[in-house]
Structure formats: C-alpha cells, structure tokens
C-alpha cells in the first residue's frame, strides 16, 4: 500500500531543527570566521569575470582594440584565478573540518544523553533505529554544516553580486528579472513544505532497513538453523520496496522542484536576452556592457538554480536534525536528586524492600510486585526461586534502580534509592547476568570493565579466582586478544568465568547472580561455581538460583509467585513442606534424586 503525503509542518517549523545544528556550529567561530573569508574572497574573484569581460571588450576591441589593456586585463584575470584557487581550498578545509566537527560533536552529545536514560526507554525503541540516526541522520548534518551552507552562502554572495553588477550596467533589464524572482520561488517554497514531510518519511524507512539488517545478522545461526532465509530475505525486500517508494515521492517532487526552477529562469534569461539585443542595436547599450550582463545574468542564475537545488537538502536535513533533536531533549526517568543523600560509609550491604508494589510502564496492568517486603542482612546469601514470572528478575531492577516502584521502599544501608545518587547505589553492586554480555574488545578491557583503573596483577588475581586465568594464557595475544563480537571467541563456560572475574575486580558489597550457571555443561558448572563460591564470600548476595547447588549453599531461600513470597526457609525446610519449592524441585533439581 502506498504511503500517504505526510502533513505539511507549520511555516515555523520547516528548517527551524537546524537550530541545533547552529549551536554546536557556533562553538567554532574562529573557523567560521575563516571559512566565511574564503568564501566571501571567492564570490568576489569569480564576480571579477564578467567586470573583466566588460572592460576587454569595450575597452580593448571597440574603443581601438588597444591590445595593451587586453593584455593587462588578461594578467590580472591570471592573478585573479590563483585568488579564485587558494581562496576556494581554504574554504573547502574550513567548511569540511565545520562539518565532520560538528558532527562528532552531535554523536558525542547524542550518546552521552541516551547513556542517562533508563533501560525502558530502550525497550520501547530499538537500538539499531537509534544507532541509525547516529550515523545515517548525522551524516545528513555533516553535508548541510560541510557543503550545503558553503554552497548556500557561496550561490548567495555570487547571486546578489551578479544582481549588482546587472543593476549598474542596465538597471531595466535587472528590474524585470527581480520581479521575476517571486514568481520562482513561490512554488519552490510550496512544494518545498511536502518535500520535507517525505524527507523524514524517507529516513525513517531507512532506519528501518538498518535496524532489521543488525536484528538478522546477529541472528544469522538461528535464521539458518530453522531454514528461515527465504522469509527474512522477503521481509527485508518488503522493506527496502517501501523505502524505495517513499524514496520515488521524495525524488518526484524534488525533480518537479528542479525542472520548475530551471524553466522560469531560463525562459526569463531568454525574454531577457531578446529585450537586451534591441538595446545593443540603438546604442543604448555598450557591447561590453551586454558581455558582462550576460556573463552575470548566468553566474547569477546558476547562483539561484544551485539555490534552489540546495533547499531539499537542507529540508532532509532539518528532518535529521528533528530526529537527533527528540535524543538530546530526552530526560532520563531516573536521575540523582538535587542534593543526594550519601549513603553510609563503610559500606554494610543491607537490602530492604518495604512494601514495595511496581509494574512495568509497558505492562501496566500487570502487578510484577505485590505488596513485597524482605530484609537481606549484610553477608547474607539469599536465593530467589519461582516459576517464569513471579518477579525474581524485578527485584534487580529495583535494586539498581533502573525502575523505581509506584508505592513502598526499596533502601540499601537504610537509605532510601531515590534519595541518593544512582551512581553511588550502582557502585556498591556487582551483577553476573544469567546472558553474559562480552564487548568487542580485548579480555583485558573486559575484565576491568568492573573497575576500569585494575592493574594487570589484580585481573589476572580475578582471572585466577574466577577459573579463567588458564584459558586466558592460552589466548595468542593473552589480556590483549580481541574476543570477538559478543565473546564469539569464548565458550559459554569462558564467557560467564570472565563475567565473574569483572564482579571480582568490582570488589562490591552487594552480589547480584542472575541464573549465572544456566545452560553450562557439567564441567563448565562446576568451574563457574567454584568461582562463584570465592565471589559470594563475605558480600550481600541475592541469587536468582535454579541450580542445586546454589540452593543449597544459601543462607535462605525465598519462593515468590505472582510478586510475592510464599514460602521462606532453607532447602531442607522448605522442601519437607511439600509446597510450591517441593514442586519446583521435584522438577528442576530431579538430577540430585
């Protein structure tokens, strides 16, 4: 189905996006400055020619074809054209350095505010749109600030000075192709108010095709694995097509724009012409003097044409501009208060959650906590058992505060969360997910990503409490070999053993084990538990837990279900009940029967 014609966006808002782009230009006047000099010389080298066009044939072949002055003219066109060339790469550095300045200024902005906001705000958008406006949006802000401006400002200058020059020289003529001008840009303008709706359109379906790409690609095994090549291929066609349609739109209108432009101003330089030749022929006009209009009248409607074909681009690019706008104006859910409580030092590692009720934004009928309330004392090891959706993964959430609850408290050391700052509560907590996530880099990096300043000696004292230290020397570039995108190059048991060496070096009060032996082998299990054994010693530790052993070894079990505890004791306890915990343990840990 084809799209419909996006609504036109009030008069105020057409380029009005490019503001943003402004302020991050500005901080570099002196370039500017620069840029604007070369530019302004170059306008003035190129208006030169048609002055000199004038005066060679006036005065050097009418008046006496005084060769002397021809000659003279000549030279200084020689030296004019050196002008012309070093003043144009000046302009060329200046403006490009503007633009690529700009932009990874922009991408650092961008980035640095999506860093603050909440994890909600990244389940509700996809990362692969988001990481489209950074390079393809971007890229659109980079050819306004680096071409677009300089050609804007460039046609401008060489356009009012063309005006100028025609003005002096047969102010009728000038006359009639200023009243011409409003007749031309009238329906520039008009259509120029559709070409920008279909300008977002279109960069919104790019997106589009960028983030299904990253979604695939990182799926590829899956795809593959289940034959489901033909499909994905057809539904990235299906999206490339309505791409390529709102694409067609964009270029429709923008040809339109273009042959509109070009057949006004071309047919009034034609009306212009024929009234110029019966001037010449009553001796009302020198032959020099129509030399130089003519010569003028095309730099000047090159000028405006070039103009005119500029404006789509700035459009696309204030519809850029709009996009990366909506990141930089998104305010993070939670934020450390004006004056942040400090919480207690040293750190104890006590957690309590008072009462706590809290639904996700994107469930809001659902109830992931009801009326919850646990004390963990500090060194205390605590395991969270339950089925799918009884709340054991929320309560991390809100121990890290990527949420806060609608109703209750959750306090670590007595304070608090949303009095103090969710730095100072993050740095307390070291976290080993159930899916380890491994960055595309070295294992060194990876491993003090829990503590960035660790020196060697205390990673590789983590790597040997985690059981990693063997098959990180065995790497062929050992703490500095790439690992891949995702850790490819790592099993799982080497993955989760990195994870925990990271919690290590973090050396945090409070442990957060999120099923972090889930799916390992026999061998890798127990290697990854013994780690885990010198991990949980003497810190806060809240298990989410469907292995035996991790139950057992725990100073108490909570069972919740539906958000709430509903049964609290040690394994034995709990399993003599024969309530939900016998149930679930009947099930999960049949291996230990």
Known sequence: ???????????GRRLSSLKMVWHYASRYKLQALLALLALGLSSAATLYFPIALRSVIDGGFVRGRDMTHVNRVFYQLFAVAGVLGVATAVRFYFVSWLGERTVADVRIAVQRNLLRLAPRYFEENRPSEIASR???????????????????LRNAITGFGGIALMLVWAPKLAGMILLGIPVVLGPIMLIGRRLRGYSRTSQDRVADIGAMAVEVLSAMKVVQAFGQERREGSRFAATVERSFATAKRRILLRALLTAMFITLVFGAVTLMLWSTASDVAAGRLS????GGFVLASILTTGAFAALSDVYSDLLRAAGAAERLAELLAEQPEIAPPAHPAALPEPARGAITFDHVVFRYPTRPDVSALADFSLDVTPGETVAVVGPSGAGKTTLFQLIQRFYDPQSGE????????????????????????????????SARDNMRYGEWDASDDAIWAAAEAANAADFLRKLPEGLDTFLGEGGARLSGGQRQRVAIARALLRDAPILLLDEATSALDAESEQLVQQALDRLMDGRTTLVIAHRLATVRAADRIIVMDDGRIVEEGTHATLNAKGGLYARLAALQFSEAA
């Open 1 to 11: 189905m084809a799209d419909p014609a996006p609504a036109a966006p009030s008069p």
């Open 134 to 152: 950074l390079t393809s949006d971007t890229a659109q802000i980079e050819m306004v600030v680096g071409t677009t401006a300089s050609v804007i």
């Open 287 to 290: 032959p020099g003097s129509l």
């Open 410 to 441: 959750v306090r670590i050391d007595g304070v608090p969360l949303p009095l103090a700052d969710p730095a100072d509560i993050r740095g307390r907590i070291a976290m080993v997910p159930q899916e380890t996530v491994i960055f595309g880099a």
